[in-house]
C-alpha cells in the first residue's frame, strides 16, 4: 500500500531547488550531444564550410593571400557560428512543445521557470563546444592568435553572453514555429542576410554608403569587432576594443530584455 | 468522506470552441473513473486542467482537496500524468528518461536509477533499457510513459487515452498493468473512447460529449440504460429484410438500425438471441450473419443523445 499514502506536500519550490532542478534539465541535454555529438554539425558544418570556402576560393582575390582572409575572417565566423547554434535552444524546446515533453515537466512539481532555465543553459554547453570546433579548424588552417591566452578567453565569454541573450530570440523562434524545421527555415531566412550584411565576411568600407550605415550598427559587425579586437587586435582592429565589447554587452541586453519577456508571454498563450 | 478528485461547473474555452461546459466530476480515493466519450468531446482538455495544465475559465477543481489554480504545486506532487501521446525524451535512454523525473523530483541520484530499474523491470522493459527510446514499438513507449508517471509513487494517475493506437495484446497488457496500481490504492481517472475500455477497469463511468457530462453511472448501470450488446443480422436474401426488421424490433421492443442489408439493435436482454433465431427460423428466414457484439461508443450515444457520435460537426460543416 506504499503508493496510496499521502505524501507529504510542500506549498512551494525554493530557489535552490529550482537551480537544482534546471541543472537537471541542462544535464539531459548533454546526455543527448553524448549520444549524438555529430548531430551539433547540421549547423557548425556550415561556418566550417564557410570557412574553408571563403578562405581558399575568395581569399586570395578578397584580401590578397588567403591566410590573411582567414586571421580576417575568423572572429567573424566564430560570432556567425554562434548565432546559429543558439536555434538549438529553439529546436529543442519546439521538439519538447510538439512530442508532449514539455507538458511532461509543467505536470511535475517543479519551479515554473526550470524547464526554460535548464534549456539555456545546457545551451551554454553547446556553446562552448561549437566555439571549440570553429576556433579548432581554424587553427589547423593556419590562424593564429594576434593578442594573448587572456584576450581569447575574453572573446569567448564576450560570445557566451551574447548567445545566453541571444537564445530568447530562439526561444521565441521555438514557441511560435509548428515544428522543429520550420526552427532551421528561420536559421537561414533570417540570420544569413544578417551575417551577410555585417562585417564577417568583408569589412564595410567597400560597400555603398547606405549599405554601411545599416552594417554599422548591425550588432553582429559590432560583436566581430570586438572579437577581431580581443582575438587579433592591430592591424586587423584598430582603436579601443572597450568600445566593441561595451556595445556588445548593451545590445545584449536590450535583445534581452525585449525577446525574454515576449518569449514568456508567447509560451503562456501556447501552453 | 472527502473525494480524491472533485470538480463543479468547469468551463473552458479556446477562441469560438467550448471545450468544457459546466462539468461536474467526483472520484472517490481508491476508485478508477472512466471518463468515456467521442474524439473531441473534452476528455483531454479535463484532465489538463485537473492536471494543472490549463486553467479554467469559470467553475473550480480540487485534487484532495487542494485547488488546482490556487494550490497547483501541491497538486502537482500528488498526480501522475500520462498524456494522450507518449511524452518522453526520444533521444534518450529509458533508464535516462526515468532518472531524469526522479532527479527532477528531488532523489538523489544513486535512489534514482535504483527506482529506474524498479519500474523497468516492472514494465517489462529491462532489457531496453540502454536503448534509445526512438527505437521503441508503440507499446514499449506507452508503457515507460505510464512509468514516468509513476516514478514519485503519486496516489493519483491520470492516464489520457492510455491504450489508443495499441495491438491488442499491448492493449490487454497495459490493463494489466492498471489494475496491478488499481490494486495498490492508486486513484485513477482514465479518458478513453471505448466502452469495453471503461467497463473493463472503471468503477464509475462519466459520458462527456461537446464538453457536457451527458450519463454518469456504474458500468452495470449504464449498460443496463443503453443496451450493453447489440445484435446485427444480415438475411441471405434482400427481400427479407422487411421481416428480420419486424421480428428483431418486435423482440428487442426498439426499432431497429438498418444499413444497407445489416440490421442492428442495442441489446440488454441476453435471451434475446435464442428468441431472434427461433422467430428467423420459423418465417423461414436464412441469414448470412447473425452476431452478437459489445455495443459501441457510436451506439452508446444513438442511445443517450438520439445522434450518433460526432455527428453536429458535419451539420455544423463551414459555409464553404
Ligand atoms: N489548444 C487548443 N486550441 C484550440 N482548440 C482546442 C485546443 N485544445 C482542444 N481544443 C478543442 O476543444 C475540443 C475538445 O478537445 P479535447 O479536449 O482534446 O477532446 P478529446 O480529448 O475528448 O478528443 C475540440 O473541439 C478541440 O478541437
Ligand atoms: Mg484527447
Known sequence: ?271 | MEHAIWAEGLVKRFGQTTALDGVDLAVRPGTVLGLLGPNGAGKTTAVRVLATLLQPDAGHAAVRGYDVVRQAHQVRQLVGLTGQYASVDEALTGVENLVLIGRLLGMPRKRAKQRAHELLAQFNLSDAADRAVKTYSGGMRRRLDLAASLVGRPPLLFLDEPTTGLDPRARSELWELIRNLVAEGVTVLLTTQYLDEADALADEIVVIDEGRVIATGTPEELKAKTGGQSLAVRPAEASDLSAVVSIVGELAEVSPDVTGDLVTVPVSDPHLLPAVVRRLDEAGVVVTELTLSSSSLDEVFLTLTGHPAGSQDESEGSPA
Open chain 1, 1 to 271: 500500500m506504499t503508493t496510496a499514502t499521502i505524501p507529504e506536500v510542500s506549498p512551494r519550490v525554493g530557489p535552490v531547488e529550482g537551480l537544482r532542478q534546471s541543472l537537471t534539465l541542462a544535464w539531459r541535454t548533454v546526455v543527448q550531444v553524448r549520444h549524438n555529438p555529430w548531430e551539433m554539425s547540421d549547423f557548425s558544418i556550415q561556418p566550417i564550410m564557410f570557412v574553408l570556402l571563403f578562405t581558399y576560393v575568395f581569399g586570395g582575390a578578397i584580401a590578397g593571400s588567403t591566410s590573411d582572409y582567414l586571421t580576417f575572417m575568423l572572429p567573424g565566423m566564430v560570432v556567425m557560428n554562434m548565432l546559429f547554434v543558439t536555434l538549438y535552444v529553439g529546436q529543442g524546446l519546439n521538439t519538447d512543445l510538439t512530442k508532449g515533453v514539455f507538458d511532461r515537466l509543467r505536470s511535475l512539481p517543479v519551479a515554473r521557470w526550470a524547464p526554460l532555465a535548464g534549456r539555456i543553459a545546457a545551451d551554454q554547453v553547446k556553446q562552448a563546444w561549437s566555439i571549440v570546433l570553429v576556433l579548432g579548424v581554424g587553427m589547423l588552417l593556419g590562424f593564429r592568435l594576434g593578442t594573448s591566452v587572456a584576450g581569447l578567453l575574453g572573446a569567448v565569454v564576450l560570445l557566451l553572453v551574447f548567445a545566453l541573450a541571444f537564445s530568447w530570440v530562439a526561444v521565441l523562434v521555438g514557441v511560435v514555429a509548428k515544428d522543429p524545421e520550420r526552427v532551421q527555415i528561420f536559421g537561414f531566412t533570417a540570420l544569413f542576410p544578417l551575417t551577410f550584411v555585417s562585417n564577417v565576411f568583408v569589412p564595410a568600407e567597400t560597400m555603398p554608403g547606405w549599405l554601411q550605415a545599416f552594417v554599422d550598427v548591425n550588432p553582429i559587425s559590432i560583436l566581430t569587432d570586438a572579437c577581431r579586437g580581443l582575438m587579433l587586435g592591430d592591424p586587423w582592429y584598430t582603436g579601443a576594443v572597450a568600445v566593441p565589447v561595451v556595445q556588445s554587452l548593451v545590445w545584449a541586453g536590450v535583445i534581452l530584455a525585449v525577446f525574454a519577456p515576449l518569449s514568456v508571454w508567447a509560451l503562456k498563450r501556447r501552453v
